[in-house]
T-cell receptor
Framework: GAVVSQHPSRVICKSGTSVKIECRSL??????MFWYRQFPKQSLMLMAT?????????EQGVEKDKFLINHASLTLSTLTVTSAHPEDSSFYIC?????????????FGAGTRLSVL | DAKTTQPNSMESNEEEPVHLPCNHS???????IHWYRQLPSQGPEYVIH???SNVNNRMASLAIAEDRKSSTLILHRATLRDAAVYYC??????????FGPGTRLSVLP
């Protein structure tokens, strides 16, 4: 159980285009979903937290107009990188968790490698 | 923010036990201790979590010090597939899920 599917696994796009990444919890309802970014040889950095039906909470320094997050259902969240530029090239990873009070176990997708040319 | 300290890297021989340490001297009473691992080019994978007592599951064991200021992830028989970066994370209510650099485990055949 606790499977999170992330799609696509890899995307190459031209500078200026927008890219949408989907994150689905397949066998549980995720009250909260998280989006991370990871640059080579570095650790994961949290970008934003989203709860179903409400606006995402972005971490300091993350542009909300550039990284659009939609969490329309308890099993689906999307991250859209708008007007992508080469500096947005990175490994994007989503995770999903159930509400268990103080215990928050996150289950992660396999990640999306974005390359902007 | 709750913080953890882990060695940057460790090595183990295949089929031998591995003890991965984590120090968390500022842990609060409600913080859970989580361990995740990340294989190359993949998202992190949940390994185990605990609060006060030692825990066992099919992947690993978690030994928690009596004062909770440190913990150890135990892989009973390392395999080549266990080579990964292992992260020790403190969290409660989803407020402090911060990934540090972790420990890069190399498993030698």
């Amino acid at each position: 159980g606790a499977v999170v599917s992330q799609h696509p696994s890899r995307v190459i796009c031209k500078s200026g285009t927008s890219v949408k990444i989907e994150c689905r919890s397949l066998d549980f309802q995720a009250t909260t979903m998280f989006w991370y970014r990871q640059f080579p040889k570095q650790s994961l950095m949290l970008m934003a937290t989203s709860n179903e039906g409400s606006k995402a909470t972005y971490e300091q320094g993350v542009e909300k107009d550039k990284f659009l997050i939609n969490h329309a259902s308890l099993t689906l969240s999307t991250l859209t990188v708008t007007s992508a530029h080469p500096e947005d090239s990175s490994f994007y990873i989503c995770s999903a968790s159930q509400d268990r009070g103080s215990l928050n176990i996150q289950y992660f997708g396999a990640g999306t490698r974005l390359s902007v040319l | 923010d709750a913080k953890t300290t882990q060695p940057n890297s460790m090595e183990s021989n295949e089929e031998e036990p591995v003890h991965l340490p984590c120090n968390h001297s500022t842990i609060s009473g409600t913080d859970y201790i989580h361990w995740y691992r990340q294989l190359p080019s993949q998202g992190p994978e949940y390994v185990i979590h605990g609060l006060t007592s030692n825990v066992n599951n099919r992947m690993a064991s978690l030994a928690i010090a009596e004062d909770r200021k440190s913990s150890t992830l135990i892989l009973h028989r390392a395999t080549l597939r266990d080579a990964a970066v292992y992260y020790c994370i403190l969290d409660n209510y989803g407020q402090n899920f911060v990934f540090g650099p972790g420990t890069r485990l190399s498993v030698l055949p």
